[in-house]
């Protein structure tokens, strides 16, 4: 069922998003189904992967915050977590495909139209299909601070501009969940793991260690990449590392291998090691470990940067990203 709100938002509230907007890095080549090979433009808000289940609400823009916090009250009663924040923009030739956002029945999509006039001509309309896409079953025109709700799991598409369209296309997304549900192996685990070695009382960059290492491991999962790494991802400053100075284990602990194996053990502590990330740009170090373990420690750290906002940072982790990670995405 789609729930739409039309002028949810005042224009007071939206020219904070637009000027934020407005000035955001874009980048092209975001894609609405990974099923095909077009992609369109996209600002990451968040930064956070498709099965994220921690709540990000302190990862937000302040602009952001007095809108979702809007959302949350007024729609989800308050029950619900953030996962995820993203803003897209179509212009004529860079078209939406079918697709779903997730997998997990708790997930729901906050859609917020950017444009300030907006005209049926254009096309532009997100459009809602049954299961077997046979049929349309909503469709919705863009209109100024309209407020569209529906489940995550229901299959929609951004259609195409038209070719008279003489705008971008601008949506604002907020991702909501309510009691999110594991869907990964060993996602419980890991979870429950944090909580014994009290990394959920630990602080960290945007909430607490525990949060950071769980949206890690999200990261990492949504690449077709061994579980071994995942997991390592999501443990990967449990020892403390060359900039992470306040361990929740003892480097002689066995709890990690106890747990999860001793490969998994290794990587950790392998990551813990490096003098990363600077060694992925000069080297130093790489040449002692395999290319089997390069590759594993780059995974992680591109999934741990990319969820504090500093892959920009480190031209030859970018690389990494575009060329080798871009090809093993689901």
Not at 148 to 154: A, K, L, R, T, Y
Not at 169 to 181: C, V
Not at 225 to 251: D, R
Not at 306 to 323: A, H, I, M, V
Request: glycine fraction near 4%; hydrophobic fraction near 40%; aromatic fraction near 10%.
């Amino acid at each position: 069922m789609t729930i739409i709100k039309d002028s949810f938002l005042t224009v007071e509230e939206m020219l904070p998003l637009e000027l934020y907007l407005n000035e955001a890095p874009w980048s092209y080549g975001w894609k609405s189904n990974n099923k095909l090979p077009f992609g369109h433009w996209n600002v990451d808000i968040t930064k956070t992967a498709i099965t994220n289940s921690v709540d990000v609400r302190n990862k937000l823009p302040d602009p952001f915050v007095p809108v979702w916090d809007k959302i949350n009250n007024q729609v989800f009663n308050d029950k619900a977590i953030l996962t995820r924040s993203y803003s897209n923009r179509h212009t004529f030739g860079t078209e939406g495909y079918i697709h779903t956002d997730t997998e997990r029945e708790q997930d729901y999509t906050a859609l917020i139209y950017m444009n300030k006039e907006w005209n049926a001509n254009w096309g532009g309309e997100t459009t809602f299909y049954n299961k077997e896409l046979t049929h349309i079953v909503d469709a919705v025109l863009p209109s100024y601070a309209r407020l569209v709700i529906f489940s995550g799991v229901v299959p929609h598409c951004a259609r195409a501009v038209s070719r008279v369209c003489p705008q971008v296309r601008t949506t604002l997304m907020f991702k909501a969940s309510i009691d999110p549900q594991p869907v990964h192996e060993d996602e419980s685990k890991l979870a429950q793991f944090l909580v014994d070695i009290k990394a959920d009382q630990m602080p960290h960059m945007k909430g607490t260690l525990k949060d950071h290492l769980m949206r890690t491991f999200h990261a990492l999962k949504s690449l077709k990449i061994s579980h071994e790494i995942c997991l390592a991802g999501g443990l990967h400053s449990v020892f403390g590392t060359v900039h992470y100075k306040n361990p929740a284990l003892p480097l002689e602990s066995t709890w990690v291998a106890d747990a999860f194996g001793k490969e998994v053990d290794r990587l950790v502590r392998l990551f813990c090691w490096l003098p990363r990330p600077a060694c992925f740009e000069t080297g130093e170090g790489l040449d002692m470990i395999t290319q089997q373990d390069v590759f594993a420690m780059k995974c992680i750290e591109v999934a741990n940067l990319y969820d504090q906002g500093g892959l920009s940072r480190f031209p030859s982790l970018q690389e990494f990203n575009k060329t080798v990670l871009s090809k093993i995405r689901k």
